[in-house]
């Protein structure tokens, strides 16, 4: 019974772990349409679907791979956490992310989307701390390359996850940015 009651316990407290992590839903959208904000909503779409494309990757699906010369899926999921960081690092004048240890699984997709959320954040509060004009590279070179290069990759780690076959769940609505409520 005791064993039950620890493995009861483990189990809600890695749910109630996954359920801190940001971008389980999009946030509401801003009411003001701004460059900012725009920008803002670009990396929240980019997190929501991050966030699902690697919710309950097994080990197998970390080392899957299709082919000799591809990445497998864990080598996918750090170089997404690199160009999180890179558009963290970019964009905000402080606060950077300056992690250079090897992060597990689990702490590298929770930091991928908090360096998502911070950006996020700075871009939508906007109180001195942004300044499109000022970012380390232009802003345009930020989207078109770490911010589109990421939603790529998240792309590419669904499929792998397909075909090792654990798919991504239908219960998530990308148009809508919501998780569908189970009937």
């Known amino acids: 019974m005791r064993y039950i009651i ?3 316990f483990s189990m ?3 749910a ?5 992590l940001p971008y389980y839903e999009i946030p509401e959208a801003p009411e003001v ?3 900012a904000t725009a920008a803002a909503r670009m990396i929240d779409g980019l997190g929501f679907r ?3 494309a690697t919710e309950g990757l097994r080990l197998e699906d ?12 864990g080598e996918t999921i750090e170089h997404i956490y690199g160009l999180s960081k ?4 970019s964009v905000l004048a402080e606060n950077k992310d300056d992690n250079k240890n090897e992060l597990s699984f689990e702490l590298k997709r929770k930091q991928t989307l908090m360096n998502l959320k911070l950006v996020s954040d700075a871009l939508k509060n906007n109180q001195g701390t942004f300044d499109l004009a000022n970012t380390e590279v232009p802003f345009w070179n930020i989207i078109n390359g770490p911010i589109e290069d990421a939603v790529w990759h998240c792309g590419q780690v669904v499929m792998l996850r397909r ?3 654990n798919p991504f769940t239908s219960n998530v609505n990308l148009f809508s940015g919501k998780v569908k409520t189970k009937n």
């Open 163 to 165: 075909a090792s076959g």
């Open 12 to 14: 809600v407290c890695f």
């Open 62 to 73: 970390l080392a899957y791979k299709i082919g000799p010369d591809s990445r497998t899926s």
């Open 16 to 20: 109630q772990t996954q359920n801190d």
């Open 50 to 52: 991050y966030y699902w």
């Open 33 to 35: 349409y701004t460059p």
């Open 6 to 8: 620890i493995m009861l």
């Open 86 to 89: 890179f558009i963290r690092n």
